[in-house]
């Protein structure tokens, strides 16, 4: 086969790939969401058949401990997480209201400058809200909390919800036990003539995506529990709900720490202020937090040989998840892996060929 049949068959079956995945991605969820959890648990059952057991007992023991687990923290966390977001989204107009009336109140105490009184339009009539789009932010916290509300009590998020207790458990156990088969068949499949070539790279997309995902998925864990208990104990309203989502969307580059220092900040001024103790206690948590993720966590549980660079990760979540929903932020880091890893090897390939030393020799570059 000539170069560019390869070219057109490998571009042909990724276009068809790309097609597939949007127009399915509304029923792929379970399924995403099954490969993932048997692809976090492979080595978990490959080190216990060390041990003597089938895959298939493996693969049961671990499907029904992580079961137990998972309904444990379900019917212990779930009443109290769903009642928390349905009072913040009731109370979010309310607290954009009172944050509006904190802000005029430091800014009328500290900002006496004409200068900043012009800016801030604290010039006008008595009694005028210092910040012109005051409204806008009420308007935008209101349609959030409507946001909110909408979620829980859709009939699209309780079909998937039930898709995912139902249908993901069963793809997870029957792709958990068949997962070094498939894996040997798919390496049947390979062209003979690039099969070491594949291998290899297919062994470095699965090293940078196994740390990042399971590396990263234990840093938003111990993340989101630390969050949650300093929050609680400092006695912040929602402090739990806070803390839990800040440490779950940390997989995403400091938008889980900047997204959580900000709304927990915003609800501690409406609740505590003017103890600025109080709401210094908040912030410093998330100053703990941040240090022990990149100090202690992210050198321990990642590393620095995964190969996602934060900014091309933040990319691929946010256009995968524009084109193809939440499935699409699903598979949006292992396709990132992916592409880091291809692109790496295809520069490697450029700097080695005639087009980059302009010669008609394979001698390697100095």
Not at 68 to 73: A, G, K, Q, R, T
Not at 120 to 128: C, H, K
Not at 263 to 289: E, H, K, R, T, Y
Request: net charge neutral.
């Amino acid at each position: 086969m000539t170069f560019q049949k390869q070219v057109l068959f490998w571009t042909a079956g990724l276009v068809v790939f790309i097609l597939a995945l949007y127009v399915l991605s509304p029923v792929l969820l379970p399924f995403v969401a099954g490969m993932a959890l048997a692809y976090a648990l492979d080595p978990i059952a490959d080190r216990l058949e060390r041990f003597g057991l089938s895959r298939l007992v493996a693969t049961v023991v671990i499907l029904v401990v992580f079961a137990l687990v998972f309904l444990v923290v379900l019917i212990a966390l779930v009443p109290v997480l769903s009642h928390q977001v349905a009072q913040f989204a009731e109370r979010l107009p309310d607290y954009a209201h009172k944050l509006q009336l904190v802000v005029r109140d430091i800014s009328q105490s500290w900002l006496q400058v004409g200068l900043v009184r012009d800016l801030l339009g604290m010039n006008g009539a008595e009694g005028a809200s210092p910040i012109s789009n005051a409204g806008i932010v009420g308007q935008v916290a209101g349609w959030f909390g409507q946001l909110l509300q909408s979620l829980l009590s859709g009939g699209l998020a309780l079909v998937n919800l039930a898709a995912l207790l139902t249908v993901t458990p069963v793809v997870a156990f029957y792709l958990l036990n068949d997962w070094d088969r498939m894996i040997a068949r798919i390496d049947s499949w390979l062209p003979r003539d690039h099969a070491e070539t594949i291998r290899s790279l297919a062994r470095q997309i699965d090293e940078a995506l196994a740390g990042f995902v399971r590396g990263q998925g234990l840093v938003c864990l111990t993340l989101g529990v630390f969050y949650a208990a300093g929050l609680s104990l400092v006695g912040l309203n929602f402090g739990l709900l806070i803390g839990l989502g800040a440490g779950l969307i940390s997989f995403i580059p400091y938008v889980g720490s900047i997204a959580g220092f900000l709304v927990s900040i915003g609800v501690a001024s409406v609740q505590f202020w003017p103890d600025w103790l109080m709401i210094a206690a908040v912030a410093v948590v998330f100053f703990i937090g941040q240090f022990l993720e990149g100090n202690v966590l992210q050198p321990k549980l990642v590393g620095g040989h995964v190969g996602l660079h934060p900014v091309w990760l933040m990319f691929a979540l946010f256009a995968f998840g524009y084109l193809f929903g939440f499935v699409g932020m699903l598979i949006a880091v292992p396709l990132a892996a992916a592409v880091g890893v291809l692109a790496r090897f295809g520069l490697r390939q450029y700097l080695d060929s005639r087009f980059y030393t302009g010669s008609d020799s394979d001698a390697p570059r100095s």
